[in-house]
Nanobody
């Protein structure tokens, strides 16, 4: 099993910044993908950004140029730096770790952007 602990959510004004962190523990395999998804009220969960263990990244079009995903493999931690936040970024953000064809999810952290 893999456990994911997220931190860094909160309330911020439009144009502000937040950094989310997600630390993985447990049965960790070196080959994996980590990422962030988000789910707004009444909407489906959607991919925000992902990063492979070798550092290849993928971003949703809506966050390109504003968000940056990074990871520290020694700490089994993934980060999401969010800049120029908009009210439409308001959602619960979930960390994902995919390894050995299994998906592990964090508990979610609320990000609220006020206008």
């Amino acid at each position: 099993q893999v456990q994911l602990v997220e931190s860094g959510g909160g309330l911020v004004q439009a144009g502000g910044s937040l950094t989310l962190s997600c630390a993985a523990s447990g049965r960790i395999f070196s080959i994996n993908v980590m990422g962030w998804y988000r789910q707004a009220p009444g909407a489906q969960r959607e991919l925000v950004a992902s990063i492979t263990n070798s550092g290849s990244t993928n971003y949703a079009d809506s966050v390109k140029g504003r968000f940056t995903i990074s990871r520290d493999n020694a700490k089994n931690t993934v980060y999401l730096q969010m800049n120029s936040l908009k009210p439409e970024d308001t959602a619960v953000y979930y960390c994902l770790r995919r390894q050995s064809e299994y998906d592990y999810w964090g508990q979610g952290t609320q990000v609220t952007v006020s206008s």
